[in-house]
């Protein structure tokens, strides 16, 4: 992980640590869960956005009324709300994606769920995803939340990503083992 990377993490890391244990304590896990969906979309449609919590040429100010102007425009919690106007006011809301990731994964956790990412070659059918989510639910002893995205040059097959584990069923991998296999013996 590069340094800038590393820090992000970190400082999201402290940040979803106390919104969760806020929003715990609260009762209001749904609300934060429904948040961070919610900014985490609107970051991914919104090349504005992402430039707004990016973009040194806002100042605090600026940043902090923009800011304070989405979040009431979205609709999201007090907790979550209070949270962006904190960033801003720090001057970090460069970790935004870094904390609704930090965010996601102990939502995940405290309801047993854990998500896998799967790169398949074609889009999955429903019967197709749900064969897949209970597979590896059965592997790993949770609750799990397929993440799926089609990537055509695996040719066919799928990639499975589970926490630090990963399965390439890939015909592009079996390929590339084979052409490996082959520059060996010859």
């Known amino acids: ?11 999201a890391s402290r940040y979803a640590t106390a919104v969760f ?13 429904a948040d961070a969906e919610a900014l985490a979309q609107a970051l991914a449609a919104s090349p504005e956005l992402r430039d707004l919590i990016t973009s040194p040429v806002y100042g605090r100010d600026e940043q902090g009324r923009a800011i304070g102007a989405v979040a009431a425009k979205m609709g999201l919690g007090q907790v979550v709300a209070n949270t962006l106007q904190l960033l801003a006011s720090k001057r ?42 209970a597979a590896i ?28 584990k990963m399965i390439d069923t890939s015909v592009a ?12 013996v010859g």
């Open 21 to 33: 244990d806020l929003a715990k304590d609260a009762g209001a896990l749904a609300q934060l869960e």
């Open 173 to 184: 991998s079996k390929l590339a083992n084979l052409q490996n296999a082959m520059k060996e």
């Open 92 to 133: 970090r809301l460069f970790v935004l994606p870094a904390l609704i990731t930090a965010l996601k994964d102990k939502i995940a956790a405290e309801k047993g769920e854990i998500t896998a990412d799967v790169r398949a070659a074609q889009p999955l059918t429903d019967e197709q995803s749900a064969r897949l989510a």
């Open 1 to 11: 992980m590069s340094e800038p990377a590393s820090i992000s993490a970190s400082i």
């Open 137 to 164: 639910s059965n592997s790993v002893g949770k609750t799990v939340k397929l993440n799926t995205t089609v990537d055509e040059s695996l040719i066919g097959g799928l990639v499975v990503k589970v926490g630090s």
